[in-house]
């Protein structure tokens, strides 16, 4: 089946710096990826949509230049959070589509804790 | 854009009971509707899945039911066990232009108590 693997599953950073979250489909080719947030017993909120060598679309809301997304290859999608803040902490997930059989659906990464000290 | 609602928010049932989640939606040409299973810190699980072009689905103890007319799909998992117990999110996908959208509902926290 298909999978996503997401790096690094846990991360703390200091407020004022950037961290980057990594998501590689690992056996098809993902024209499309998606990123997520999702706050503690809350449901997961979609950030932006990420299309291979195109730039992504973001959601209402959401700050195109504090959450900074590649996609540069078929099978890789990165979410860059700028100037991190407290208020950044969360739970990102990426998700990823295989176009080429419908029949998987959306396939999830395992997750990144992100905390901001 | 499309907007899923989910009900209940809490579901406590006693293990062999069965338990239902219903979920609407507002966008018409959704036609894709998977249910995930998420345990505490865990990414979703897909358990069941169901296409606009089908009225329901079973796999083992677990089935969803699709009315499209109306709207609403729900997922029904019979002979709960402890196991069950975990956050289920339903979800609604669109497509929007050249992309699909997967939007989901607030979720629904099942308890199955032994």
């Known amino acids: 089946g298909a999978v996503v693997s997401q790096h690094p599953s846990w991360v703390i950073c200091k407020s004022g710096t950037s961290v980057k979250i990594e998501c590689r489909s690992l056996d098809f080719q993902a024209t499309t990826m998606f990123w997520y947030r999702q706050f503690p017993k809350q449901s997961l909120m979609l950030m932006a949509t990420?299309?291979?060598?195109?730039?992504?679309?973001?959601e209402q809301g959401v700050e195109k230049d504090k959450f900074l997304i590649n996609h540069a290859s078929l099978t890789l999608s990165t979410l860059t959070v700028t100037s991190a803040h407290p208020e950044d902490s969360s739970f990102y997930i990426c998700?990823?589509?295989?176009?080429?059989?419908?029949?998987?659906?959306?396939?999830f990464g395992s997750g990144t804790r992100l905390t901001v000290v | 854009g499309e907007n899923v609602e989910q009900h209940p928010s809490t579901l406590s049932v006693q293990e062999g009971d069965s338990a239902v989640i219903k979920c609407t939606y507002s966008?018409?040409?959704?036609?894709?509707f998977p249910w995930y299973k998420q345990e505490l810190g865990k990414r979703p699980q897909l358990i069941i899945d169901?296409?606009?072009?089908?009225g329901e689905k079973k796999d083992q103890r677990i089935a969803v039911t699709l009315n499209k007319t109306a709207k609403h799909f729900s997922l029904h998992i019979t002979e709960t066990q402890p196991e069950d117990s975990a956050v289920y999110f339903c979800?609604?996908?669109?497509?929007?232009?050249?992309?699909?959208?997967?939007?989901f509902g607030k979720g629904t926290l099942l308890t199955v108590n032994p």
């Open positions: 979800a609604a996908s669109t497509r929007e232009g050249s992309n699909y959208k997967l939007t």
């Open positions: 966008d018409s040409a959704s036609n894709y």
């Open positions: 169901i296409r606009s072009n089908v």
């Open positions: 998700s990823a589509r295989d176009v080429k059989n419908p029949n998987y659906g959306y396939t």
């Open positions: 990420s299309n291979e060598g195109s730039k992504a679309t973001y």
